[in-house]
């Protein structure tokens, strides 16, 4: 993955460069990102979803979800490739717009937008907004009318599917902040849902052209059936909407949330598979409702960034303790006497540029980058250097036991959601990102300085 290879002397290249060199040019912690390995992760999973939706409604339309990770390079990288972007916040917009990519290209998401992110959005001439409940949407409506315009509006709706992924990040169900809800609304006489209601004020509304419909049922999920239930539901409730209000909903958003592999014990689903799966339901609901199927989009983001990127850390101190073994009372008694060393292997990073393991319990692997040994393997759990016992960058990990101080790891799978989510905590400096492409390197998000980080200290 990443477009990594070992060199003849056994050192690491991503991209073609030597770690030691990335190391020398740009410092640790660094990310380190493949140009063509992004290009081909979006090219696949685009030509996965066309191809498997070709015959249903001419292709798909794949929004990169720029919250996953997002800088200009970027935004061209997937222009060119022939995807969209979606994007998240007004700040996303900034990046879009720096870039040049055409606003019809661009979605805007968000459950509590500002006036200010709805005024850009026009102002950009988005492709489509995102309303996320009844409220937004009166909103969204009032100012575009207001500013003798029609907002291109997509809803999103919650269609109640369990996606087996971490709690935080599954955000289907209903008890959530997102979305609008497809329950019969009990309180209301004609027990009409917040999602029809939505459906009927939109279409009622001068300000607002209602393209469809839009659901993301959470993220890193490997099967396709959580997709599929989702793409049933929202056809049968679009067709419904199409027949009592004499109406044309001519686009369905089916979200991102496609998994990938972060150790070899991940076995996400190709993504032929996935579309396959999702097409072939899409096919059959559209043919037993009798309607045309509308047009598929779709939203990925960590299935395209999240394999492209190595983090690259300097190894510091070593320790190791006794660990009770597994089977044992793990009350660290002499008297279980089963124990075996661990150790912990310190990187000059950690949490404030993955903050994954420590929010979803996320797990990663690491490997020896800057040479190979033939030292026997011992378990190792890389930390971080912040102030915090869950900075844990890799839980448990077989590194070569003569891993040493001044040594490169590479931790792969950081694509996605990593730098994304990466903080100044213990006044570290957020690394930059550098993308490698055939033998080149170049800066795409420079990282910061410690004076960054002092010029916003407005002084004693
Ligand atoms: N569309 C919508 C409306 C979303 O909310 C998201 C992700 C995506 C698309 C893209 O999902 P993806 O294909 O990347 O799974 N920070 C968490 C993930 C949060 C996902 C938020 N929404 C993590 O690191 O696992």
């Known amino acids: ?23 020398r040019q740009y410092g640790t912690p660094l990310f380190v990102m493949s140009e063509n390995d992004f290009r081909a992760r979006a090219r696949a999973f685009s030509d996965a979803f066309n191809d ?7 292709g798909v339309d794949v ?105 935080f990040i599954a955000t289907a169900h209903e008890d959530q902040k997102f ?21 009927a004020a ?39 909407m199409q027949e009592k209000y004499s109406i044309t909903l001519p686009e369905l958003d089916l979200g991102g949330g496609y998994g990938i592999a972060y150790t070899p014990e991940d076995t996400p689903r190709p993504a032929a598979e996935i579309a396959n799966a999702m097409a072939a339901v899409v096919r059959s609901t559209c043919a037993e ?5 509308p047009r598929i989009s779709i939203e990925p983001g960590r299935a395209i960034v999240g394999s492209t990127t190595f983090t690259l850390y300097e190894v510091g101190t070593l320790k190791t303790v006794r660990v009770d073994a597994p089977g044992t009372s793990g009350d660290g008694d002499a008297g279980d006497n089963v124990t075996y060393p661990r150790r912990y292997v ?42 915090e016992s869950g900075d844990i960058v890799v839980r448990d990990v077989y590194l070569p036991e003569d891993v040493a101080a001044g040594d490169l790891l590479a931790v792969p799978g950081t694509g996605a959601y990593c730098w994304a989510l990466s903080s100044n905590y213990n006044y570290l400096a957020r ?12 800066l795409i998000v420079r990282g910061e300085t410690e004076e960054d980080l002092l010029n916003r200290d407005m002084g004693a």
């Open 346 to 387: 310190s990187v000059d990073g950690g949490m404030s540029d993955n903050a994954r393991p420590v929010l979803y319990d996320a797990d990663y692997s690491a490997v020896l980058a800057s040479r190979t040994s033939n030292a026997a393997p011992q378990l190792s759990r890389v930390v971080g250097k912040h102030c």
């Open 179 to 199: 979305g609008l809800s497809m329950a019969a609304d009990t309180t209301d006489e004609a027990g009409i849902s917040a999602s029809e209601e939505a459906v």
């Open 289 to 293: 409702l009798g309607i045309d199927a």
């Open 431 to 442: 690394p930059g990102v550098v993308a490698v492409r055939d033998g080149s390197s170049r």
């Open 202 to 240: 939109a279409t009622a509304h001068p300000g607002i052209e209602l393209l469809g419909l839009h659901c993301h049922i959470g993220s890193q999920i490997f099967e396709p059936d959580g997709f599929a239930l989702a793409a049933e539901k929202l056809l049968r409730f679009l067709a419904a």
């Open 63 to 167: 929004y990169y979800a720029g919250k996953s990770f997002l800088c200009t390079a970027v935004v061209r990288w997937v222009e060119e490739e022939g995807l969209r972007l979606d994007t998240a916040s007004g700040g996303e917009l900034a990046v879009a717009y720096r870039a040049g990519i055409p606003g019809a290209d661009v979605a805007l998401h968000g459950n509590n937008k500002s006036d200010g992110e709805i005024h850009r959005a026009l102002d950009m001439g988005l492709g489509r907004i995102v309303v996320d409940s009844l409220d937004e949407l009166a909103r969204v409506g009032a100012i575009a009318q207001g500013r003798g315009e029609q907002a291109k509006v997509m809803l999103r709706l919650t269609p109640g599917v369990h996606a087996h992924t971490h709690e």
């Open 52 to 58: 498997a939706f070709a015959d249903i409604c001419g």
């Open 1 to 23: 993955a990443g477009d990594a290879a070992r060199n003849a002397d056994g050192e690491l290249a991503i991209g073609g460069i030597p770690v030691s060199e990335l190391q």
